[in-house]
């Protein structure tokens, strides 16, 4: 679900409601940054990570959010 925040900024909601890990190809989701919550962040704050290329990888029971650059 893509949204356009106030200042501006394009983010794309990404949710994975398999137990199994999979792969979504973003166009222009290089150089953004992501940030999500799983299995392995626990009860964690949701970590943040920066996306190398347009494929990102979301393990089982993922919630994502992706800022493109």
Do not use: C, H, W
Request: net charge positive; glycine share 8%.
């Amino acid at each position: 679900m893509p949204v356009i925040t106030k200042n501006g900024k394009k983010r794309v909601l990404l949710v994975n409601k398999s137990q199994n890990a999979m792969d979504v190809q973003l166009a222009g989701a290089s150089g953004g940054q992501l940030e999500y919550a799983d299995r392995t962040t626990g009860f964690d704050p949701a970590k943040k990570t920066y996306v190398n290329s347009d494929k990102i990888s979301l393990n089982g029971f993922s919630v994502a959010v992706t800022t493109l650059p």
